[in-house]
């Protein structure tokens, strides 16, 4: 019998940790046959070339796919999925999967979803279920009614698709796989590198030895033209801390440039800070260095997920996570200079907080094989209304 | 006060006689600035050119968009949509338009859904709510979770949203103004023209003063490889009931080149028959001509849309209106000769039936503009749970 | 050694005539690979499917490449080049072909060109050095700058190409493929199948052992507007002459939808005249058709090249062929109904015509192959001057 | 009468010192009416943002045109310019012009050629003619094909389009108006500003008023592979001459992030060096910092155009400006860190040579103005022979 040919779009740094230790599960699965695809910013230099740690993770790429307008503007948002259509339809024609599998809700993730569905291969939607805020929520709901199968990372998420409309026995609780990552670092939890010595990077030296923060802040997409002055904002509530400070810079949404520019400048005004700006880290590397942070301060999901079973306090920031399913781990403030010290404060008085599994207990990658191994795979969908 | 700038893209004559009256009561709606948006298949000869209509309905246009690819297989079907997404950010990026209404199901819709939500314009859908049954089903559905106000037909579809995680507040009952179409038909009922004259086509004359068969098949996109077959045994049907018959050219969908092949063949089969051939008719003779026909054959949504409203007789064939909500109007059958060939005997014993409102009652068109004109516009849409 | 991958791109069904031999015997050279991709018309139905014919010759098909943006404007003639570089350059980083070939001066060959140009594949012009009068001039002489090796018809073409600022090394004159195929007709001359009866087609019968002409005209790009009335001119030229007439429908340049309209107008009000139309027809019946025909009206290249070989009259039309190199068998009119009229009249006087071998001896295709197998390929091309 | 409506297309920053006085003077001029379309690297942070030059300048766009797809792979140039055909046939079917303008040979300027020539819209080339020994030739003249008119920048270029079949009366030698901003320089020559100070960049503060070299690299296209051995090998040459050094970024030509990685690499290796990199700096304060400067280092063409006439001696680089026509400031090396560092030396100690006026004397946008005001135009081409 032919192995089951199981094709899977990386479209950024932040979805490969979020599937990684599926890919490699399926790989080795022995009735399964990974086509890996990476595309979007996972190719690109200026957002951590995630196409390296793929490779060095020993993963065999079937395919890249060059989508990203340059521009960074909304207009080059909504291109750049036009162009990945175009583009991925292309991959399809040529890999011929049996079932096409996407993550979660970046705005490009639609263009796998729509390639798939409109040609008619079974789709499966890892991180449905789950609600954040803005405009993400729209394309995952709606990445949801395009997909025939679910993986989902917790009975919440399950429970709101079968509400949205979505039949009981095509979703499965998987676990996310980025709890995978984390529990590997929580079961060797040593810090065994110096980051600026190995990742570079721009700024002051940082001796990891000593406490420090982290911050991680992505541009906002219903918030657009803010996001240069939000980026302005953060600098100075980390300028007034005078904590040292780890800071990782956005991915490809529009508003990407904003901030940049925001932090170039930055970096030119206080040349002798306490800060290190990196582009982008080693998976497991980024979660050790969070697992010894005192905070994290910005409004990644990495707070939310990752960092509810790492136990590591995390100041979340305005709108983008905003209904997402949080662990004691979280405070939560708006975007205010004041507030947003404040709450760092509180957390670092805390200190570490207990492990929660709410996103999953670390074997969600194992469980994504062996469903994609066994569902019967159809297109035929209806809602259950 | 400048107006609210409402544009609307059309992709299809189908989709036009959808929305008609709407475009016309935001034209003249003294709060509104209509920007009209004519695209793909609505552009084209091959698909009866919408575009001439609208013109001759008095509808100022305000961009053309050109999106299909030609070749109708699966893979040009998602290609055309991301071209639509390309140039359609182009277009909104030139219009500015305060909100961006899309309609219905069909597949380049996702084009226009896309392109608004990415962009941040706040996005109208019209006729979401519906079930059908097939490919389709999933693009309405995925339209409604990137829209942030719903314009439906009936009380059915506002519950179906709202069980699916539509706030009710974001959800309006128009009726559909294809019915406003059919009202006007149905109050001036008179046949005033001959339609092999006025509308040439191919094939024998055929007199509508005597009992008449319409036909209209379109290609079922995820059954693709069937269109072929399916329109040659829809041939023999016909053939072998031997009544006067006008049958109409299905829509550009994957598929589509198949149906065409068969409906050509044919053609040059039986010359002398009782069949003759259209592409496209103007809405109102269409519907006249379907209001003074013994029955609608076919999987089009006219049958159950319009044909409940106009009380006539329709034999709807396989799974491409699976689950839309019915009149009396209307008898399914499967894909097989003798039980189409059995339903529509049935429906000519049974004779005209009695007209109902499912699908609006005829003034949704002033509904629309209404709504349109007073709704506050956001687009931070979250789910209901 | 491993085999010199050779990518041929086709476009369209002229195309396909004009390089046929050649692909036959690079397929068969055991020195080269042959990597053949059929694209943009010659994959569509409508303009006569390239691609069957290309199956049933034994070629070997690497990739399918819809390209074709539908609706026949100038705009969608430059968008569908466009989205056919943006595939293709997809299409060679899978192939990683040694080298490009392109053939001719269609529109959309440019797409070849820059694709392979860009990527540092050494391009491979076939066909240049010619000159026509119009658009086509312009894509081909820009196609032979991008170029880096050049296998034309004639010496004619090689010394333009040489006053052109191109090196005389990188010129190689192995005869037009067409002219090979015209040589076997002519070796093997019998009228072994019925038109009608073999390719269908619509309008009257016509029997090909009485005298009969063949009508072939393009709707030309720079006279846009122009298409439809210039068809309906031709038509009734035909009309006038009352002879038998076999017509093939126009390729998809910008324009050819006016020149279908015009066609299928009259089809409906002249029902029986001696008019058969075709969309097609397999390039060796379609010589044959020639060769025995009285004359060739129209504007199409095969007039100039083909017939010059056959012997055959032709009536050259307006402008398209303005310039190109001339045997004995044109007859040159502008469009004008009487002039057309009164050539076609003295052609028929005149009779069959002596080969002329200006295009090429018949043995190009394996010429061509030769050289491909053994030039250098090198990208750093200078021009001369 | 209706002013002549001239649309220029302007990619990159080095595109629009190439043009502004000719836009100027066409905004100027009583008969013409400019619409100016900033697209591609032009709009782009990461390449210096022309477009903020552009509307301090006082210049007036009618549309932004995004197209560049990220990755700076070869593939990804092709692309960029397949989607800037798409979006500039657009552009061009939205602002009717009545001709177009393109300038020069890079890459992305095709797209504009395509979409304007396929569109039968009159295409001016601007600085066609020229030779330089790369890519970018096959590019240039590929345009120059495509162009209806030609304004060059002396005899030499249109002997030499004369030559490779272009009429002389479309030819017309206008200068080039980079030249216009050298002059004015000339005439105002005292160094105003301080670079540091105003521009900001990164590395060591450098004072102006000391000797200084300045170093403009470009990636070669051509030996695409080798763009990040190459810039690192200038770098140590410009560390073991340890002069002030001025140092600006690439353009976005495939490459460019292998020459942006080696400027990174070595920021971060040698911090306190005496270079200070550039991103971009505003054109006139540019031209005054060469002006000033000892030597110009690398393969940009200002070395061969502008420096010809500022007098500024030039050590060029490679095989990028290989076959253009140079005045005595120039002395050419091949990519060898010795010769390079040997030709600096002597460059160094011959101190300022004579300006030239091989590229024009300073009056060309007036003259491109008048020019296209006048001017038939035209697209029925043909070639001289």
Redesign the interface.
């Known amino acids: 019998m032919s192995k089951r040919k199981v094709c899977v779009v990386v479209t950024a740094r932040a979805s490969y940790s979020r599937i990684k230790t599926a890919l490699i599960a399926i790989q080795n699965h022995p009735d399964l046959e990974l086509q890996l695809v990476v595309a979007a910013?996972a190719?690109?230099?200026?957002y951590g070339s995630a196409v390296n740690y793929i490779e060095e993770d020993g993963l065999k790429i079937s395919?890249r796919v060059?989508?990203?307008?340059?521009?960074a503007?909304?207009?080059?948002?909504?291109?750049s999925?036009?162009?990945?259509?175009?583009?991925?339809?292309?991959t399809?024609?040529?890999l011929k999967p049996d079932v096409v599998c996407t993550i979660g809700d970046r705005?490009e993730t639609?263009?796998t979803a729509?390639?798939a569905?409109?040609?008619?291969i079974p789709l499966v939607h890892i991180q449905g279920g789950e609600?954040t805020?803005?405009?993400d929520?729209?394309?995952r709901?709606?990445?949801?009614?395009?997909a025939d199968i679910h993986l989902v990372s917790n009975e919440d998420a399950k429970e709101?698709l079968i509400?949205?409309?979505e039949f009981e026995d095509k979703i499965y609780v998987t676990g996310c796989p980025s709890i995978d990552l984390a529990k590997d670092v929580l079961d060797n939890p040593e810090m065994d590198f110096d980051p600026c010595e190995k990742y570079?990077g721009?700024g002051s030296y940082i001796d990891s030895a000593k406490p420090y923060l982290v911050v991680m802040q992505h541009p906002v997409?219903?918030e657009?033209s803010n996001a240069k002055s939000q980026a302005k904002i953060l600098v100075e509530v980390i300028h007034e801390l005078d904590i040292n400070t780890f800071w990782f810079w956005p991915n490809?949404d529009a508003g990407s440039?904003g901030t940049?520019?925001a932090l170039r400048s930055y970096r030119?005004e206080f040349p002798n800070n306490k800060l290190r700006f990196f582009k982008n880290m080693e998976g497991r590397d980024f979660l050790k260095l969070l697992l010894h942070s005192k905070c994290l301060i910005g409004n990644s999901s990495v707070g939310i997920r990752e960092c509810s079973f790492l136990g590591v306090p995390v100041v979340n920031i305005g709108s983008r996570q905003?209904?997402r399913l949080r662990a004691h781990n979280v405070l939560d403030v708006d975007f205010d200079k004041e507030h947003i010290k404040d709450a760092v404060l509180k957390q670092l008085e805390k200190g570490r907080i207990e492990s929660e599994s709410i996103y999953g207990s670390g074997n969600a990658g194992k469980n994504i094989a062996d469903v994609i191994s066994k569902i019967e795979l159809s297109?035929?969908?209806?809602?259950s209304?």
């Open positions: 910013s190719l690109l230099d200026k395919e060059f989508m990203v307008i340059e521009g503007t909304l207009a080059t948002s909504a291109k999925t036009g162009i990945g259509i175009v583009e991925l339809s292309t399809f024609d040529n705005y639609m263009a729509i390639a569905s409109y040609m008619n609600v805020g803005n405009i929520e729209k394309v709901h709606a990445i949801s009614k395009l709101r509400k949205l409309g570079g721009v997409t219903t657009y490809p440039d940049s520019n030119e905003n209904r297109i035929n969908k209806v809602i209304y």
